[in-house]
């Protein structure tokens, strides 16, 4: 079971908690101007990396707001969460970050 | 006492005789024995019979590797837990034991047939024999395979006991209390940190319970210095000391499954406790400290009983002073089992010869057995045994210079130990997605770098040696504290250990034996009755990969996850195929590490508790009427109200026309409600919905349809306008929470600028619908301040006031075709509410109907419901809602699937209505739908009914379906299969009462 941050109100277990699929695909302002091969893009393709992933998280049996966190496919090591509206961050150097931060202990 | 009972010495405590029974017999053993150890001590080797060959099989292990000692446990049905291992049974005073797969006794085994026909059951048997003809399968071969190739039955009782789970938090988990385990937990809990310290035996020390006599650790016996040590963590307030618990999984973010056997030992338990308790472990950090399982030899008839691991055989006699037998032939690659001869001559086991494959042995231990006297064959493998139902015999034999062997010379024997190294305990490791590292030396996998914050210590981490083994103990319980955030604390100490140094060795893969292959069987795994043949023939029917040859032989997939067998496997593996071992790899370990009770999972979700229920405030009246009920979601909700002597459908016939006739009353509490309020509710409403919203003046009611971006129905229902801010929402009763969670997805995500606020109401109001010619005299004696006359309050509108006195929001809105109304009121007052209605509802001849009547009058309407007539891919447009969506706005969520080319193809599925031919027939709801019954199997499919139900009204059975292109079949035939016959159906408009709606706005 994962120990999630909430950027709101801290760390909890993934049972509060409801995944909501990858982050910063943002709703076109105006779908309509969109053709076909674009919008199924928009709707169904995602890009599933083995590795670092931005995606969305709500803390329904919390505060119920949705956030954003970066994850590891691989090791499910969450580097980063932080509130929905802010700019995707660089992921590489978010967990390089964090990692280099680890070793100086 | 049994001559195999030493006279002194072990952890058993002889002051406390206790008996047992195994296989009906009577036997003695003490407090501190296993029962594998008590019948070890009463000279009893077979145990049970082989899972494919029925070959008689006997204990081989000390701990929880064991794979042929499997045994039910339990004096009845109600407390029986199969497969238990006879190695870590605790035994108590009248346990009942049984040996399993053997029918129908022990000694004699009808299944034993399949030794002497395995020709006939090689590697992947399953996948070859049995395929043809198909049902077969079904009604022969799998139900005898089943009862011929079997572990132990599965009780017939429900279980007696109770389990309980708890959560637990610390700064360092320690799993395994042997030397590296205590030695971590006593550096972790000086700097005051959080530590648990759990081991699966029923005391800690692990090896050091069976240690020799002349070990020593810091001038104390290894017995002393664990008590010592014990002591000393029980000390610290901060320290949770675990025994009988085995962590047997271990999850992302340092979350552990520990299993604890809280009463399994105990003759008369303690009603208060549970059976077992399962802890959910969050840790900082872990220490792993779970030891090495010894590695057999697969070498041919290595399965007979009085086989058995050279380290275990050594663990009886030390520690549980149990002589395993007489007279023994020992064959290794490892200097362990001089240890072991050592230890058992001690015991008084006589020892025939060490055979040692390697070409030499000069270390301590070899020194020391040839000092004692015993005959030591360097260059030697085991080729053989001899014996039925016990050993009677091994063959040794030279290995020759390239490497296969000699013919051997026979030596008589009771007991043959085998020692083919160690493999460290990784399981853990490995879970945490931490890499394996291939260690030489060892011939086994060693753990590297793992994303979880861990360390392993002592033999699992590759140490040997006793003080290597505290050394890096002390040093990983330094390093997890620190880690974890403690510093100080931390004195200095010094270790000085008395012992003598293990050379070491190891061997994986198959003994070279010079025997003509086809008459032996050399086991590698032993629960799964694989051998190296299967291995070999896997390879040479072009199974390469270790996960492929793993499931075509079974290798490794029993109950024991190959904890003896993966190593010799890879070994087999690595020399048929010429690659190194880690070329070629290791299957992935997983959860559990060893086998848990599903009623540890389970804990008190039980019965009553098994779910949440939820009722409505009205519950309680409908069960006081004798309602039958049915689960929608987790809602209870009356299903219907049979009188004396009816049954469902007498029931529903008289409901449904009751409501046609007069009025009819029913609790739709549980449709789901969200309050939609703010400055911009109305723009909100406009891009979630399908519908237009704007124009909809306060007091008035529409009724949604939501989709989700794919463009496919979601959920539905009516909308009240309450103010120009406030609506009213309605949603399914299964939708509620998936529908709030796209309202606040969209919310927050997408439209943060919106001021709206979304308010769960599902549980504040009670719903009361009124549905019936006669809903509106029913009501108007209740109501003062709202005038219900069609003039002032027509069909969908909805007005506050008061009923009863209670304040109320009352909708006029139909589900029924009916004049209907829908009386929201504060959920506390639903009930008494409920119970005025009813009052005055019953002047009218008025019926409580409950959701089958709904269902079957809203069919009679062609009024969908989502879910059932809709599947997760139906448009609007499919279900007949195209005159909903609400056609200048520029944009709603779905808008621009809708506009696919795709989405308006006229083949897509329709909601059309059926009526069977022969006038009687209620089709099956699921029953798929073809135009030409006559076309050969498979048919195509055009459609599938959905809603299906007995008319009372009407007087003959009425269906909804989705038929491709349905609406231009209007007036076609149609024909749906069923089993024996083939019904003939009409394609109806999907309204079958009141088709201009009259009835509504009455
Ligand atoms: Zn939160």
Redo the contacts with the bound molecule.
């Keep these: 079971m994962l120990l999630i941050a909430?950027?709101?109100?801290g760390e909890?277990p993934e049972t509060e908690f409801r995944y909501a699929g990858e982050a910063h695909i943002a709703r076109p302002h105006d779908p309509s101007a969109l053709n076909d091969d674009e919008w199924v893009d928009f709707l169904y393709q995602r890009a599933n990396p083995k590795g670092l992933h931005v995606e969305r998280w709500r803390?329904i049996h919390?505060?119920?707001?949705f956030f954003n966190a970066v994850r590891d496919t691989v090791s499910d090591r969450i580097f980063k969460t932080y509130e929905a509206g802010e700019p995707r961050p660089d992921v590489n150097a978010v967990a390089a970050d964090v990692l280099a931060k680890e070793s100086e202990r | 006492m049994s001559r195999f009972r030493l006279p002194k010495g072990g952890r058993i405590d002889r002051a406390r005789p206790i008996s047992f029974r195994f296989d009906g017999k009577s036997y003695g053993g003490f407090v501190g024995d296993t029962l594998a150890s008590a019948l070890i001590a009463n000279g009893v080797h077979l145990v049970g019979r082989s899972f494919k060959y029925h070959r008689p099989r006997g204990i081989m292990t000390a701990g929880a590797d064991e794979m042929n000692a499997l045994v039910g446990v339990g004096a009845d049905q109600t407390r029986y837990t199969p497969n238990m291992r006879a190695t870590l049974v605790e035994l108590y005073h009248g346990l009942v034991a049984e040996s399993q797969n053997r029918w129908p006794s022990l000694g004699f085994d009808v299944g034993a047939v399949n030794d002497f026909l395995s020709p006939f059951f090689p590697a992947g048997f399953y996948y070859k024999t049995f395929m043809w003809p198909k049902p077969a399968w079904k009604q022969l071969y799998e139900p005898v395979i089943r009862a011929a190739a079997g572990l132990g039955k599965a009780p017939t009782a429900s279980d007696a006991d109770r389990y309980m789970q708890c959560y637990a938090h610390c700064d360092v988990l320690v799993v395994g209390a042997g030397p590296a385990g205590l030695a971590a937990a006593l550096a972790a809990a000086e700097t005051g940190a959080r530590v648990i310290l759990c081991d699966e035996q029923r005391e800690f020390g692990g090896s050091l319970l069976a240690s020799d006599t002349d070990t020593a650790i810091d001038g104390l016996s290894a017995i002393e210095w664990v008590a010592k040590a014990v002591e000393a963590l029980a000390r610290h307030e901060n320290v949770t000391l675990l025994t009988r618990t085995t962590a047997f999984g271990y999850y992302p973010h340092n979350f552990l499954g520990l299993i604890e056997r809280v009463t399994d030992h105990v003759a008369q338990p303690d009603p208060a406790l549970p059976r077992e308790r399962l802890w959910q472990v969050r840790a900082k950090e872990v220490v792993l400290a779970t030891g090495a399982l010894e590695r057999p030899l697969v070498f041919p008839e290595n399965d007979r009983p009085g086989v058995m691991l050279a380290d275990a055989a050594r663990t009886y006699a030390a520690r549980y002073a149990a002589r395993p037998g007489t007279r023994a032939v020992i064959a290794t690659a490892h200097d362990e089992a001089y240890r072991a001869a050592l230890t058992l001559k001690q015991a008084g086991v006589q020892i025939a010869a060490i055979a040692d494959m390697r070409p030499q042995a000069e270390g301590e231990w070899p020194a020391a057995a040839r000092a004692a006297g015993i005959e030591v064959m360097t260059g030697t493998a085991i080729t053989g045994t001899r014996g039925r139902m016990r050993v009677s015999g091994a063959t040794l034999a030279r290995i020759k210079g390239d490497g296969t062997a000699e013919k051997g010379e026979q030596f008589a024997c009771d007991l043959v130990l085998m020692s083919g190294g160690f493999t460290p305990s990784v399981h853990l490791f490995s879970q945490s997605k931490g890499k394996l590292i291939y260690d030489e030396g060892l011939k086994a996998f060693v753990p590297g770098a793992s994303p979880e914050r861990n360390r392993s210590a002592g033999a699992c981490a590759g140490e040997t040696g006793l003080h290597a083994t505290l050394e890096s103990g002390y040093a990983a319980g330094e390093g997890a504290v620190r880690a974890a955030g403690f510093g100080g604390g931390l004195s200095g100490r010094s270790l000085t250990v008395t012992e003598k140094i293990s050379a070491g060795g190891g061997f994986a893969g198959a003994v070279p034996h010079g025997r003509n292959p086809s008459f032996v069987k050399a086991f590698v795994d032993f629960q799964n009755d694989s051998t190296s043949k299967d291995i070999k023939l896997a390879t040479r029917e072009g199974f390469l990969s270790v996960e492929h040859v793993k499931r075509y032989t079974t290798t490794g997939m029993a109950t024991d996850q190959g904890k003896t067998s993966n190593m010799n496997m890879l070994g087999i593996l690595s020399d048929t195929l010429g690659k190194p071992i880690p070329e070629i790899g290791i299957t992935t370990f997983r959860p559990p590490y060893t086998p848990v009770t599903f009623g540890a999972f389970a804990g008190m979700s039980r019965g009553e508790l098994f779910d949440p229920a939820r009722r409505t405030a009205i519950h309680d009246w409908a069960a006081e009427q004798g309602a039958a009920f049915e689960d929608v979601s987790l809602w209870k909700r009356a299903h219907y109200f049979p009188q004396a002597g009816e049954d469902m459908h007498a029931a529903v016939n008289r409901e449904c026309k009751a409501v046609r006739e007069s009025v009819g009353v029913f609790d739709a509490s549980t449709l789901g409600k969200i309050e939609v309020v703010g400055p911009d509710a109305a723009e909100f409403m406009n891009r979630m919905y399908i519908n237009a919203w704007t124009k909809l003046e306060p007091g008035r009611c529409r009724y949604g349809v939501m989709c989700r971006e794919d463009g496919f129905v979601m959920d539905d229902g009516v909308v009240g306008r309450i103010a120009a801010d406030r609506f009213h929402v309605t949603t399914t009763t299964g939708g509620a929470p998936a529908v709030l969670n796209m309202m606040e997805d969209y919310l927050q995500t997408e439209w943060p600028d919106l001021n709206v606020w979304l308010t769960s109401t599902t549980e504040q109001w009670a719903v009361i619908a009124v549905q019936g010619p006669n809903a509106r005299k029913v009501l108007e004696p209740l109501v003062g301040d709202i005038d219900l006359s069609a003039a002032a309050m027509p069909h969908m509108s909805v007005r506050e006031g008061h009923i009863c006195g209670v304040q109320t929001r009352l909708f006029r809105v139909s589900f029924t075709g009916e004049l209907g109304f829908e009386v929201n009121v504060p959920a506390d007052y639903g009930r008494a509410v409920w119970e005025a209605i009813w009052a005055s509802a019953r002047r009218f001849d008025a019926v409580a109907y409950g959701t089958e009547t709904m269902h079957v009058l809203r069919a009679e309407k062609g009024f969908i419901i989502v879910g059932q007539e809709t599947d997760g891919t139906a448009t609007p447009d499919d279900v007949g809602l195209t005159w909903a969506i609400g056609k200048l706005k520029k944009d709603f969520v779905g808008k621009r699937s809708l506009a696919r080319a795709q989405m308006s193809n006229p083949q897509r599925k329709q909601l059309v209505g059926l009526l069977s031919l022969d006038n009687r027939s209620v089709l099956e709801e699921g029953a798929q739908i073809v135009a030409n019954p006559n076309e050969p199997v498979p048919m195509a499919m055009i459609g599938h009914v959905t809603s299906s139900y007995w008319s009372s009204v009407l007087g003959h059975p009425i269906a909804l379906a989705m038929v491709k292109g349905g609406r231009v079949r209007l007036g076609d035939t149609l024909h749906v299969p069923m089993p024996g016959k083939t019904l003939q159906v009409k394609v109806v408009e999907p309204v079958f009462f009141d088709k201009e709606g009259a009835r509504l706005n009455d």
């Design positions: 909430c950027p709101y109100c909890r803390h919390g505060c119920a707001r």
